[in-house]
């Protein structure tokens, strides 16, 4: 599996964009971008997944350079609830997930 | 989305005994479930892949003998601690990929060994 690498902390002001980068400069052609997210004590939440397009669900966009190099999160208006650990992986369809050690998010006030 | 259980939510042993805990996919089949351990304040770590049907791989520096996998049916995989000591005492999650492969993580079993 592709490693991954994420800054460890990012603060974001509640009500604006939080954007959270990704580099996987390793990744393998049939490897997918997931992106999870952990609230503690509490196991991963899927947040969004892509292959080469960019994605938009209900909880974010991802973003994914045309290198696929990289990838950003992003949460558009970034709740309080939205505190938490965020998981960038990528790995091939059904395949087993080698998790970074993510970065933590801090939504303030 | 689908839904991934798992059971005990926590658990307190003795040492020197054995824990089971379960993971089950509620509404989809998965031939395929993982196991993870997470310490506190760090990443999960994968243990092992479980496979329905057949024998469980463990990743390097699991004991297999120690962390017993059973995928009983393809909706269930049990992960049972034997002799359980103070040091396995983690967070032990489970996911599994549905037919569409997102992986979906179970809630988590809280283990403490005293």
């Known amino acids: 599996d592709a490693k991954t690498t994420q800054p460890t902390s990012m603060d974001c002001a509640e009500g604006r964009a939080a954007n959270l980068p990704c580099n996987h400069s390793?990744?393998?052609?049939?490897?997918?971008v997931y992106w999870y997210r952990q609230i503690h004590s509490q196991g991963p939440q899927y947040i969004i997944h892509?292959?080469?397009n960019n994605e938009t669900n209900e909880m974010a966009s991802l973003i994914i350079t045309e290198d696929r190099k990289s990838s950003t999160l992003i949460l558009p208006h970034a709740t309080l609830r939205d505190t938490a650990v965020y998981y960038c992986?990528?790995?091939?369809?059904?395949?087993?997930?080698?998790f970074g050690d993510g970065t933590t998010l801090t939504v303030k006030p | 989305g689908a839904v991934v259980s798992q059971h005990p939510s926590r658990v307190i042993c003795k040492s020197g005994t054995s824990v089971k805990i379960e993971c089950r996919s509620l509404d989809f089949q998965a031939t395929t479930m993982f196991w993870y351990r997470q310490f506190p304040k760090q990443s999960l770590m994968l243990m092992a892949t479980?496979?329905?049907?057949?024998?469980?791989?463990?990743e390097q520096g699991v004991e297999k003998d120690k962390f017993l996998i059973n995928h009983a049916s393809l909706t269930l995989s049990t992960l049972t601690v034997t002799s359980a000591h103070p040091e396995d005492s983690s967070f032990y999650i489970c996911?599994?990929?549905?037919?569409?492969?997102?992986?979906?993580f179970g809630p988590g079993t809280r283990l403490t060994v005293t």
């Open positions: 892509g292959l080469k």
């Open positions: 992986i990528v790995y091939t369809n059904a395949g087993k997930s080698t």
């Open positions: 996911s599994a990929p549905d037919r569409d492969y997102e992986q979906y």
């Open positions: 390793t990744i393998s052609g049939n490897e997918y």
């Open positions: 479980s496979n329905e049907g057949s024998k469980a791989t463990y």
